[in-house]
């Protein structure tokens, strides 16, 4: 389900599962590729992107230089809090729960929660038993 005002770069690009939510106002900017899983919901104002601009060349304007950027991921069973921030070449492990606000620059654990800027781990969801058991689940079909 894609709410009002949802931003959409290189749609071609992004792959998107089964049941999943993106709220208003967020931007989905895939030059580079976007999966994203089953059973993900994403909160309003987030931003996923997968290119990043070039800035090296001293002789050029930046918005000259082109862009640089790899496929974001995000798994199954996701949470994307408001105003959260995906940047390029990172990959959301299954069941994890990204905070409000948060700017994520390297991949995050399965069943792991992550706030800040940038991301930290704040906990696991569940005991080690529980995530194991959990990864066996087939989200593409769940009711």
Known sequence: MLFPHVAIGYPQLIELGNRVIINHHTELFGQFGIKIGNQVMIGPYAIIISEKHRYSDWQKPICKQGFDGKAVKIEDDVWIGSFAVILPGVTVGRGAIVG??????????????VSGIPAKLIKYRFSRDKMKRALEIDWQNYL
């Open 100 to 113: 409000s606000h948060t700017v994520v620059t390297k991949n995050v654990l399965p069943y792991s929660i």
